[in-house]
């Protein structure tokens, strides 16, 4: 089958998405520990992972669901933290087909996340079937691992538990590299310093006095933006 046909399909969209899912499992289980401890039963932590997929907004939100009453600051911690969303659905609705339009693009935008664009972008082109189908395993996995988190984590080992929280990290390392090695006709490999870039700001964002008081959504929106813009303008892709 040719390549960019293969890279639109259902199937091959579900293979991708196995791992990212296997992931959000352990990610989502530490989630599901921390909603029941802090009062919600089962099904609400359930609730809001089917409803939000997004961990940092979920963890803020129950953190603020704490406080009853405080509205804008859980609108404002939301917006804070998922507005690199919006860019990174700027970003890829530069690849995707005809097809990929409309009431597509609203329904699954849902599942727009750091490891599912990541791995999307990395595609010549994605249509909706591919996208459909790298989503399943993430939401899957996102909703069971807050169920067992929610029922089980109260009887797991601290070690265990400990393991499962930097499965995240992991997962990132396993996307990111692969990405870093390749190098474009010219023989340049410009997302090595973009990625350098990235690593930097973050870290200015979480030690600086005065940068680390920045939410942590907006700190890695900027990071992006300016990383981005800086690869942009000393690697720019010819038309």
Known sequence: MNKNKEELTFSRGLRLGVPIGLGYLS???TFGILAVSYGLFWWQAVLISMLCVTSAGQLAGITVMLSPGHYLEMLISQITIN??????????????DKKFRGI?????SFMMTDEIFAVAVT???VSRAFFAGLSIAPYLGWTLGTLCGA????????????????????????????????ARPDGKRP?????????????????IPGLKEVPAGLSISICAVLSASIGATLYPVED
């Open 27 to 29: 990610v989502s289980f």
């Open 83 to 96: 507005v690199r969303y919006s860019f990174m659905s700027i970003s890829l609705s530069q690849k995707v």
């Open 104 to 108: 597509w693009r609203w329904l699954l």
């Open 123 to 125: 595609q010549r082109k």
């Open 151 to 182: 029922l089980l984590g109260n009887i797991l080992p601290a070690r265990l538990m400990s393991a499962l929280n930097i499965a995240i990290y992991a997962m990132f390392v396993a996307i990111v590299v692969p990405e870093l090695k390749k």
């Open 191 to 207: 997302l090595v310093p973009v990625v350098a870039l990235a690593i930097l700001f973050s870290l200015a964002f979480h030690y």
